[in-house]
């Protein structure tokens, strides 16, 4: 009686006297419940701050150890195979790098390490002109860090820093160093930290991806999860409930969330503990309270109790029950009117009874008969509906329903014709379908037809008159979803034909024997390898055909129930056979199924393989270069003649195949280049069998007789096809005779050094004395070749008269030669102060340049008709006086060589080739021929007469001096009368 009177006293009680008290309880209960909460909040937040501080300084020290290498060795500066030994150096230092790579400024690659795999030091070996690891850092000069990715055959998640290298000088990024990185040390920095019961630390990418975990099993298996928008109670890694906060990392364009977790009932025991004690007391006082109130109540209760019980068997049917009147108070007068009401009630349900008895009888026996036709019309399968003479529907199933897709309310308005109008959109051809119908209603036989619906269904429609007592009572219609029926029809029809096709084009030999061994079936490609073609052999015996032939039995071993599997040879080729007998559905055997396929070159190959591996073993051990080849457990297995000769030990048994590296004794030393043993496990050969490359390494060998060659080592390991390391080699070529020549290089060098120190004191003087010389010549020679053009311009000016035209005609060839040797004098002066003049290197605008000189060429001669076509945005880095005198002296050169072209077009542009900036000035002018090319740069060479285009013969030497200046190079395509095109780069 959970709302008894009772119950309600007594909940009463229990409110009015401990009530307050719980309600204090429960606030303090939740106070400290909430304050426990956020002490375990701020403790994940303050372990995920320690973290993050420390993976920052972890990406921080990696940059720092990429940039060190540039700075404090100039890596950018050095020649390739020093930028390999650098970075291998790096590589071997910091097992956290997986591959270092070096770009050029084009984004090709210059130097790649890999611990995974061979390294490479040469340039061009692979393009990244167009990844981010290149374009990032090269457009803002910041550091990239790439997404995370995870390595396919570990799981381990790897990432991409790449390092721009500045130059120094011109504060522009001239390489870019690109490292891929272990994530996995910061496992290692997540496992030292000291954790709490319960609790957890991991790292989180942008993708979900967990990165870092105690656990290196939970990163490996590709573990996600969805860091939450704030911190607080959540769902942690393993789905339980847990407080969790996080701390965002930012590296470049990524981003790691630090995530700390702690199971709530480690972070709250202390907030559960005083909330379940809280509970306890709540509950005793409860039971207390209840207890006295109990007892109260009881005495006022019982005479309503005994009143309800009666009641309840009144209700349930039992007319038999009174109330015991025990007092005459209210609750007595109240008994016995319910004792009188309740006799009274008694009679009038005995009358009813009678009654509904027999209605029962009359509505079991129609419900019955509507069951059987309702039970009837849903067991079948098709969509069934009945219709009156008056076009009102009297039963329908569910699944005629469906077929249509009738909604209830439109089955809810009983009109045939409602029915009509709304199915006559689904069908394709709506007009002949209400024809139809008119017709069936017009006849009074059975009729049958083939609908097709707009989306494709297919519906057979059956139509029966109903007869009800002798006279027409409506219709009766069918209708059958025969869509898959169709389909089926169809796709068997598919099926055959592809089965067809994939035989007939199969790279193989397809046959069907039936069981006397006829075969019924002969298709493929590789027929034609045994002499037949497809079709050929149906209805021959196969007994015939192959009388003599092994195979004979292997067809007889799968008629008799058996899988074969065998080699044939037919006609010199050579078949992979399988021979399959087949069954139809109760199990009787039908015949055979053979599938050919040839491997006659398969097994060539597989021959000329093992030649090739024999061939392998006896070039390694006759090889000249020593060699030593062993397995991942130290076993040597190939340890060649030159190798015993170097370490002195041909004559003894001391090594030989077999043995192990680790536990070999050795009567010779491996050294460091300063002398130095070498610990075994630092070891080329044992590097190997780590895994790890060695390039170049250069050692020494103390041999027995106490004698030192020096040797350069290459270890490298040995993986299969399923990259797992299978052997370990070394290559270790004699370099003592090279060594012995580099100190003698070193020494010869020294002497060169103090060669050239003296030379250049000797040259300086020299070029000192040659500038005087060239300034006493230019003063020298000048005064008198200007007294021969003054004279001579006087004497045509005060003596032109008594003068024929003969005379003046070699006065105007003195004045003439006098001015060309001034020029040649200015010319020769200029190239010599070309030679000398101290360089000022900066960015230049060709562009601009080009312009303003052919302003100039056309501001002298504005008659002229000249195209000018200069590019935009031509720029270099040099000295831009001598660069403008470069290209002044190329542009005047085209002006010159286009005054007899018709429409003359000088060209200015720049184009890539063979990855080579080059410049190029073309003309369409007087040209030259290509036989004398060879004189074309040389001081006072000239290809045209002075008498056809003046000049010097100086300026096209000065072009070349100044692209060597620059570190360059010239030259020229021409072709007579069609015009000249030259060619220059600058370093």
């Keep these: ?138 457009r803002n000069g910041q550091v990239y860090y790439g997404p995370v990715r995870f390595e396919e055959s570990t799981g381990e998640p790897l990432m991409i820093i790449a390092m721009p290298l500045l130059d120094a000088r011109t504060g522009q990024v001239s390489k870019v160093l690109v490292s891929d990185v272990r994530i996995k040390k910061i496992w290692d920095l997540i496992a030292d930290i000291q954790v709490k019961p319960g609790q957890r630390v991991y790292i989180v990418n942008t993708d979900g991806d967990v990165v870092a975990d105690r656990n290196p099993s939970i990163v490996l298996r590709g573990t996600s999860f969805t860091v939450p928008e704030q911190n607080g109670i959540q769902q942690g890694l393993d789905g339980s409930r847990v407080v969790l906060a996080f701390e965002t990392v930012r590296l470049g364009d990524q981003e790691f969330n630090i995530v700390t977790e702690q199971s709530v009932a480690e972070a709250l025991a202390l907030a559960i503990n005083t909330v379940v004690s809280m509970v306890a007391l709540v509950v005793i006082m409860l039971v207390a309270a209840g207890s006295l109130g109990f007892l109260i109540v009881r005495q006022i209760v019982r005479p309503v109790q005994a009143l309800a019980v009666t009641a309840q068997a009144v209700r349930a049917g039992d007319l038999s029950q009174r109330v015991q009147i025990a007092s005459q108070d209210e609750l007595g007068i109240l008994g016995e009117a319910f004792n009188s009401m309740t006799a009274r009630l008694a009679n009038s349900i005995r009358g009813l009874e009678r009654e509904i008895v027999e209605h029962q009888r009359a509505r079991a026996a129609l419900k019955q008969s509507e069951s059987v036709l309702r039970a009837t019309m849903e067991s079948i399968d098709d969509g069934v509906l009945v219709t009156t003479t008056d076009w009102k529907v009297s039963h329908h199933n569910t699944r005629f329903c469906q077929i249509w897709s009738i909604p209830d309310d439109i089955m809810a308005s009983g009109s045939d014709r409602v029915l009509i109008d709304y199915v006559l959109p689904q069908l394709a051809e709506p007009e002949l379908f209400k024809a139809r119908i008119g017709r069936i209603y017009r006849t009074s036989t059975s009729s049958e037809d083939v609908l097709h619906l707009q989306s494709g269904h297919i519906l057979e429609r059956y139509s029966y008159l109903l007869s009800l007592g002798g006279e027409e009572g409506g219709r009766v219609w069918l209708f059958r979803d025969i869509t898959e029926r169709k389909q089926a029809e169809i796709a068997l029809q598919e099926s055959e034909q592809r089965f067809r096709t994939v035989v007939q084009n199969a790279q193989a030999i397809i046959f069907i024997l039936d069981s006397d061994g006829i075969i019924t079936l002969s298709e493929g490609q590789a027929l034609s390898k045994i002499g037949f073609s497809p079709g050929e052999m149906v209805g021959k015996s196969a007994w015939e055909l192959y009388r003599d032939n092994p195979l004979i039995g292997d067809i007889k071993c799968a008629l008799a129930g058996e899988v074969v599997h065998d080699i044939n040879v037919i006609q010199e080729i050579t078949l992979d056979t399988v021979y399959s007998p087949y069954y139809n559905s109760v199990g009787e055997l039908l015949g055979v199924i053979g599938i050919a396929i040839d491997i006659t070159e398969r097994r060539r190959a597989v021959a000329a393989l093992a030649e090739t591996q024999a061939l392998l073993t006896s070039v390694i051990e006759q090889s000249p270069v020593p060699m030593v080849v062993a397995e991942p457990d130290g076993t040597i297995t190939i340890f060649n003649q030159a190798c015993l000769e170097f370490l002195g030990i041909a004559d003894e048994i001391e090594v030989q195949a077999g043995i192990n590296l680790f536990n070999m004794k050795r009567t010779w030393q491996d050294l460091d280049p300063d002398g130095n043993p070498v610990p075994l496990n630092d070891l080329p050969l044992a590097l190997a069998l780590q895994g790890k490359f060695t390039r170049g390494r250069e050692m020494r060998a103390r041999r027995k007789d106490g004698t030192e060659r020096w040797e350069m080592v290459d270890g490298v390991p040995i993986y299969d096809e399923s990259r797992n390391l299978i052997a370990g080699l070394i290559i270790f070529p004699d370099i003592t005779e090279r060594k012995k020549a580099e100190e003698e290089v070193c020494r010869l060098n020294e002497e060169l050094e103090q060669r050239v120190i003296e030379r250049t004191i000797q040259l300086e003087a020299a070029n000192k004395e040659l500038e005087a010389f060239a300034y006493s010549v230019s003063h020298d020679l000048r005064a008198p070749l200007r007294s021969i053009d003054g004279f001579s311009q006087a004497l045509l000016e005060d003596y032109e008269r008594d003068l024929d035209a003969g005379g003046q005609d070699y006065l105007r060839r003195v004045r003439s030669a006098s001015q060309h040797m001034g020029q040649l004098i200015d010319d020769l002066l200029k190239l010599s102060r070309i030679s000398r003049q101290e360089m000022q290197y900066e960015p230049v605008d060709l562009s601009v340049l080009a312009k303003d000189i052919a302003d100039e060429l056309q501001q002298t001669e504005p008659d002229r008709d000249v195209e000018f076509v200069i590019a935009e945005g031509v720029t270099v880095r040099g000295d831009p006086n001598l660069l403008r005198i470069m290209l002044n002296n190329l542009l005047k050169n085209a002006w010159k060589f286009t005054a007899k072209a018709t429409k003359a077009m000088i060209q200015f542009y720049e184009k890539v080739q063979d990855d080579e900036r080059v410049y190029v000035v073309k003309d369409n002018g007087a040209g030259f021929d290509m036989r004398y090319a060879h004189k074309l740069f040389g001081a006072f060479q000239r290809l045209h007469s002075v008498r056809e285009y003046e000049g010097t013969g100086i300026g096209l030497a000065t072009v070349l001096r100044i692209v060597h200046r620059h570190g360059g190079r010239i030259w020229a395509e021409a072709v007579i009368g069609e015009g000249a095109t030259f060619y220059f780069t600058l370093g």
């Excluded at 009463?12 to 956020?38: D, E, H």
């Excluded at 994940?44 to 540039?70: C, G, I, P, S």
């Design 1 to 138: 009686m959970q709302h008894s009177i009772r119950a309600r006293l007594t909940l009463a009680f229990i409110g009015l006297s401990i009530g307050p008290l719980v309600l204090v309880g429960i606030a303090l209960a939740w106070q400290s419940f909430t304050s426990q909460q956020q002490q375990a909040l701020d403790l994940q937040q303050e372990v995920a701050r320690r973290v993050a501080t420390e993976v920052t300084a972890f990406f921080e020290e990696l940059e720092n150890e990429l940039r060190l290498v540039d700075q404090m060795q100039g890596l950018r500066r050095l020649e390739v195979d020093e930028q390999y030994n650098t970075l291998a150096k790096l590589l071997a230092y910091q097992d956290v790098f997986v591959e270092l790579i070096l770009l050029d400024d084009q984004g090709r690659e210059q130097v790649h390490l890999s611990r995974l795999g061979l390294s490479s030091a040469e340039e061009g070996h692979h393009d990244r002109a167009e990844e981010n690891e290149f374009v990032v850092p090269r």
